[in-house]
């Protein structure tokens, strides 16, 4: 969520870059600063914003395809790769004549930058955005719980539509800083493409959490259990259950006596798979004679998660993936890593 957070951020001081620049206020007094407004508000952060998607989908790619952590001298040399190369872009900017970069135009009270800044700038946005394209990639076949694919996919879909529009314009419209509805359409389609790309991550778990939640814990339970990620929710009959960054448990003694309310049958979904349908979304098996063997509750291990004795199910905490220390240890049946 941190990465999430900074992302909502820069999409936020994108926008606001992009209201002087843009020509939305008269630049007198502190916003006649051009440089500033363009090269270190919109510009910067409307690279951040890139780079954020970029480190997001990279801490995935590190937990669940390099089987590492996401934390140490690696992560920490990736980070600071991505900060400085954003740095140093707009440092050589500021530093470069305004006749070569960012001028005022006091006569119209309005910023412009030159066509050979515009197009440096629009050329690194699509590095960045082939960054984001080679992880993205890299994703689409890690286990189902955590697969993002598809949203990624849209994400990156949004960001080459609002690029592509960004270069047509530039283009097309070589001196559109002082055409005022292309100034307001270029603000608009920045505004929608930050707002939208940070939705299609949160908008999904946002409404569940808001008006389903206890359908969305156990849709989420079960799906853990099936890809083999009971352990990271402390099921262990031994009590020693283990966590992870995405199932990060809360040690408090309030969650000592609580339980999670599922109903029976749809108990038995977390660990038994059929042809019917649970009102959650998981799959019964109501006739199978295993169901009323009496050996099967005494073998801790084959009972559903929410029937095992001497267990306290503590309630999840999902958290980003930063947090992850020890990555995966070694296959375990089907291919799966199991945590």
């Known amino acids: 969520m941190s990465l999430v957070s900074l992302l909502h951020i820069a999409g936020i001081l994108w926008f606001v870059g992009n ?75 500021q530093l470069l004549d305004d006749d070569l970069t960012i001028m005022s135009m006091d006569w119209l009270e309005a910023c412009d930058g030159t066509l050979e800044y515009r197009v440096a700038c ?50 097309a419209f070589k001196n559109y800083p002082v055409m005022m509805p292309h100034r307001i359409e270029k603000t608009m389609v920045d505004t929608l493409c930050a ?59 309030a969650f000592q006596n609580t339980q999670l309310n599922f109903g029976t049958m749809d108990v038995m979904a977390s660990a038994f798979y059929g042809n019917q349908t649970s009102y959650y979304g998981g799959d019964l098996i109501v006739d199978d004679p295993t169901l009323r063997s009496g050996e099967m509750f005494q073998n801790p291990d084959t009972l559903p998660i929410a029937l095992r004795n001497n267990l306290h199910i503590h309630r999840p905490v999902l958290n980003g993936p930063s947090m992850y220390a020890n990555g995966y240890p070694d296959l375990q049946g089907e291919g799966r890593r199991v945590i």
């Open 19 to 93: 209201i002087p620049s843009n020509g939305h206020v008269k630049l007198v007094g502190a916003f006649s600063k051009c440089k500033f407004w363009i090269i270190w508000v919109r510009v910067f952060f409307c690279f951040v914003y890139a780079a954020v998607l970029i480190l997001r989908f990279y801490a995935l790619d590190r937990v669940f395809n390099q089987n590492k952590s996401f934390k140490g001298w690696a992560t920490a040399l990736g980070i600071l790769v991505v900060v400085i190369i954003n740095v140093l872009f707009c440092l050589v900017g």
């Open 122 to 171: 629009i050329v690194f946005q699509w590095v960045l955005w082939v960054g984001v394209a080679v992880l993205i990639y890299r994703l689409r076949n890690i286990q189902s719980s955590f697969n993002e694919f598809r949203e990624s996919l849209a994400i990156f879909v949004v960001a080459i539509i609002t690029l592509t529009e960004t270069t047509v314009m530039n283009i």
């Open 195 to 253: 707002n939208i790309m940070i939705w299609l991550i949160l908008g999904h778990p946002v409404y569940m959490c808001l008006f389903h939640r206890r359908k969305y814990e156990t849709q989420w339970l079960e799906k853990l259990t099936k890809d083999g990620h009971k352990n990271a929710y402390e099921v262990s009959s031994a009590g020693q259950g283990h966590t992870t960054a995405y199932a990060k448990m809360e040690d408090e003694s």
